[in-house]
C-alpha cells in the first residue's frame, strides 16, 4: 500500500510530465510582434526617412524602395524566429565599397528603431530586434 506521501509525490510527478508534453512552444519574437504585416510596416517607415536624409540619403540613390524593403523584412524575420529565409546578397557584398562610417550606420539604425517606437513596439521588443541587427554593423561600415 502506497503511503499517502508517495501518493502525492507521484501524482505531482505525473503532472508535470503531462503538463511539459502538453505546453506549447514558446512563440518566436516574430509572432509576437505581428509578424510580416508589422515588419513590413517598420520598414517601410524607416525607408522613407532614411531616403530623405541629408547625411545618408545619397546612399541609397538608384536603389529601389521595395526590393531594399522586402530584403529587410526578409532578412529580420529570419533574424526573430520567424519562417523565412533570406536569399539576398551578403553584407559584406552588398556594402563593400560604399565606405559607410560608424556615425552613418547609427543614424540608419535611428530611423529603425523610431519605426519601431511608432508601430507601437515595447522597448524590450524593440532592443530584442536591435540585439540581432548590431554584429550586422561590422559587415556594412568602413569596407
Ligand atoms: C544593421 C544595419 C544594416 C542592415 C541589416 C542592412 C541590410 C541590408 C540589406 C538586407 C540589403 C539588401 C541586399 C540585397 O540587395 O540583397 C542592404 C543593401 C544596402 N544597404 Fe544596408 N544594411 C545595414 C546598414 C546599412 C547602412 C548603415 C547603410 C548606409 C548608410 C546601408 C546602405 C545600403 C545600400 C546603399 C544598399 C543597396 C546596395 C545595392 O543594391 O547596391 N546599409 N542592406
Request: without cysteine; charged residues 5%; positive net charge.
Given at each position: 500500500m502506497m503511503s499517502s506521501f508517495l501518493r502525492t509525490i507521484t501524482a505531482t510527478l505525473i503532472a508535470f510530465v503531462v503538463l511539459g508534453c502538453t505546453s506549447t512552444p514558446k512563440q518566436s519574437l516574430y509572432d509576437e510582434i505581428g509578424g510580416h504585416q508589422t515588419l513590413n510596416t517598420i520598414y517601410g517607415v524607416a525607408i522613407t526617412r532614411i531616403y530623405t536624409d541629408?547625411?545618408?540619403?545619397?546612399?541609397?540613390?538608384?536603389?529601389?524602395k521595395k526590393h531594399l524593403r522586402d530584403q529587410l523584412v526578409l532578412q529580420t524575420c529570419e533574424l526573430i524566429g520567424g519562417p523565412c529565409e533570406y536569399d539576398g546578397k551578403s553584407m559584406i557584398e552588398s556594402h563593400k565599397?560604399?565606405?559607410?562610417k560608424e556615425r552613418e550606420f547609427y543614424i540608419l539604425v535611428e530611423y529603425v528603431q523610431g519605426a519601431m517606437r511608432d508601430v507601437g513596439l515595447t522597448y524590450q521588443q524593440e532592443n530584442r530586434i536591435l540585439k540581432q541587427l548590431a554584429p550586422i554593423k561590422y559587415e556594412t561600415i568602413y569596407l
Open positions: 541629408p547625411v545618408i540619403g545619397h546612399y541609397f540613390k538608384g536603389v529601389p565599397g560604399l565606405g559607410i
